[in-house]
């Protein structure tokens, strides 16, 4: 594949100490492109170009503007076969899972070209005479910080609503998956906006972050990944005080009760569990089910872990991929020594498959038998394990649901609806799931957590004002 470069004030082309960074395909491990490393010098020709975009999209009507997120979201139907192969190639996962992917980025275009033409200030009566008028203005400069989990998806969320806005956007992807957000900008590109209004600095993640960080021009981070780096990038835009939306880690409880269908509901979770290698932030991570229907539960989920065919992602038979990077397939390895060291019992799974020595395959694993503190039920895996335990009393189990400092997804599969309103109240986590595993990852459904998995929401018409500030004028007459 051709290499990635930047694209700086209009200009495609290489860092200008002409560093590249291999890609590594983690199937066989061998490079699949070269990305281009952005250097200090670059980063700043990208903050004055933002200055300048800022100055004249700002001043574009909102309607104008949607216009052109309109055009934009047309033109990704000539290039999603092309993103989704691509994606897909990157990350490792199905081709079909990549595809459904880039298939909801167009939306997010539409969806917030609706949303900025929708919007209006207000005009507030004032007791000292006269009136107040609101108005909401663009917060500035935005960077987009992005992960390698879903890596178009997640920087068409942030540069739609930003643009919408009327904010120029630097993209920061991964160092994983930098093509998939570079092809996002080229999309934009293609519709023809003013120079400096998107921009793409792949690199080193925290070498690109720093000065971005550092900079006055930049007035908002959106960055989704580790509640860790998610820390790291608060403290350091504290010194200039910018605006955050943080997306960050999740740990997420699933309750199975003895109402269900068993059947379904344990290939419902299983499913969920170990799409996309279990590498997404509102993967159920966590099963808790009812003493009555457990052993079938487990069972039937421990079947289906053992049936996944693990393969490439052009493989049609591939029901699971590998690993993004050797990183995450490493971190499993720890996690499974660990909780074997820690009394759990391995159900399946728990090793790289015998019989693939390229690439960083794990195989989907499943835990029991495993105390509240044990580490993988507190400590996010971020991969394809999964431990399942019994309840038996609906307010114990709250408790132990309740029991990590994360918040983004919880979910509850019953069909008693005095259970379900239970755990719809008493789960602390930013989205619930009630007879379904997905909680919006499309564009209509607002998305964030709380407590260490953030704050601010992606999606949805709320995502729009983490791009906006308020503007308040007095008027009366003299
Ligand atoms: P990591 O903590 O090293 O990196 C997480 C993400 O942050 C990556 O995309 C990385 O490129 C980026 N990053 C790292 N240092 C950065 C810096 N200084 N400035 C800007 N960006 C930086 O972990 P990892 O092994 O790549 O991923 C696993 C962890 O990341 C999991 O625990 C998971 O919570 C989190 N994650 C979450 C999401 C999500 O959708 N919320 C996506 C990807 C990763």
């Keep these: 594949m051709e290499d990635c470069q930047l694209l700086i004030d209009g200009n495609w082309r290489g860092g200008s100490k002409g560093r590249y960074l291999d890609v590594l395909d983690p199937v066989n491990e061998e490079v699949l492109y070269r990305a281009a490393a952005a250097e200090s010098d670059d980063i700043e020709e990208a903050l004055l170009s933002s200055e300048r975009a800022l100055e004249e999209w700002s001043c574009v009507p909102a309607w104008s503007r949607a216009a052109k997120l309109d055009e934009i979201a047309n033109l990704f139907s000539k290039y999603e076969g092309e993103m989704g192969e691509l994606a ?19 939306d997010q275009f539409r969806w917030y070209a609706g949303e900025i033409r929708r919007l209006s200030g207000a005009r507030v009566p004032s007791r000292m005479g006269g009136h107040f008028e609101t108005s909401y203005e663009p917060v500035g400069v935005v960077a987009a910080l992005t992960p390698w989990n879903f890596p178009s998806l997640l ?28 092809m996002i900008v080229k999309v934009c590109e293609e519709a023809g906006l003013p120079k ?33 780096v998610g820390r790291l990038l608060m403290r350091e835009s504290a010194r200039t005080l910018k605006r955050l939306t943080l997306e960050l880690g999740g740990h997420a409880p699933v309750v199975v009760d003895n109402t269900v269908d068993v059947e379904k509901a344990a290939n419902l979770c299983a499913k969920g569990k170990f799409r996309n290698s279990g590498q997404v932030c509102v993967s159920p991570s966590r099963f808790y089910v009812h003493d009555d229907v457990y052993d079938e539960f487990l069972s039937r989920f421990v079947s289906y ?24 397939r490493d971190a499993m390895e720890e996690l499974v020594e660990k909780t074997l060291s820690e009394g759990g019992k391995l159900e399946c799974g728990g090793r790289r498959p015998p019989d693939m020595n390229r690439g960083y395959f794990f195989e989907p694993t499943v835990f029991t038998e495993l105390s509240d503190d044990a580490t993988i039920m507190n400590e996010e895996p971020f991969g394809p394990v999964a431990p399942v335990v019994r309840f038996g009393d609906r307010e114990d189990v ?5 029991q990590t400092s994360f918040g983004l997804a919880g979910f509850v599969l019953s069909s008693d609806m005095n259970f379900v309103n239970y755990f719809k109240r008493g789960l602390e986590v930013g989205m619930v799931g009630v007879n379904t595993l997905s909680v919006g990852s499309t564009v209509e459904a607002p998305f964030g957590g709380v407590n260490d998995s953030g704050f601010g929401e992606e999606g949805g ?4 004002y983490g791009y906006l500030s308020n503007r308040t004028y007095h008027v009366t007459e003299l």
């Design 398 to 402: 709250l408790q132990r649901a309740n």
């Design 88 to 106: 897909a190639r990157e990350v490792g996962k199905p081709l079909a899972e990549a595809q459904g992917e880039v298939g909801l980025c167009a």
């Design 155 to 182: 920087v068409a969320r942030k540069v739609a609503p930003a643009l919408a806005a009327g904010c120029p956007v630097i993209v920061s992807p991964s160092e994983l998956t930098p093509k998939s957000g570079a």
């Design 196 to 228: 400096g209004l998107v921009q793409f600095l792949s690199g080193r993640p925290e070498e690109v972050s720093a000065p971005l960080l550092a900079s006055p021009i930049v007035r908002k981070i959106s960055f989704t990944g580790s509640t860790t």
């Design 461 to 464: 018409h709320m995502a729009l």
């Design 305 to 328: 872990a053992k049936g996944l065919k693990l393969g490439g992602p052009m493989e049609e038979s591939s029901g699971m991929g590998p690993m993004a990077s050797e990183k995450r």
